[in-house]
């Protein structure tokens, strides 16, 4: 989408966007980043090893990525933007309900007398 709308993107075009210094670096190929520039990196992924922790990451990075589409969806009013927006933000919804029951999964797999992992469920619950 980014190349997209960048392609035959003239540089007052990009100037007006506000873009002059992610074309200094980049010209108009698309590099990862936010929109602060600052660059996409694996630390941003997360990864325990407590099965509950992770989930539970995963399904806030859901929820981020559905509020970062709806923010960008009030930026245009460009059908050709909302509409694969749009799908992303579904898309996210989706994730974070497959991921919801992934925890489910693991509650119901969890002995009863684990407390440890008990007491997390009773402060994350999903019913
Ligand atoms: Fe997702």
Do not use: W
């Not at 709308?5 to 980043?33: N, W």
């Not at 859901?62 to 589409?69: D, H, N, S, V």
């Not at 960008?72 to 974070?96: A, S």
């Amino acid at each position: 989408m980014i190349y997209q709308c960048l392609r035959g993107a003239s540089l007052c075009d990009i100037e007006a966007a506000g873009m002059s210094g992610y074309f200094t670096l980049h010209d108009r190929s698309v590099f990862p980043c936010d929109p602060n520039g600052v660059p996409f990196t694996a630390s941003y992924i997360q990864s325990t090893g407590d099965p509950i922790t992770d989930i539970l990451e995963d399904l806030a990075a859901e929820q981020k990525a559905r509020t970062t589409y709806e923010h960008l969806m009030t930026l245009t009013d460009n059908p050709d933007i909302i509409e694969p927006l749009r799908f992303l933000r579904q898309r996210e919804v989706n994730h974070y309900q497959r991921f919801g029951e992934c925890l489910q999964i693991l509650q119901e797999m969890i002995p009863n007398n684990n407390v440890r992992y008990k007491n997390q469920f009773a402060e994350c619950s999903f019913t």
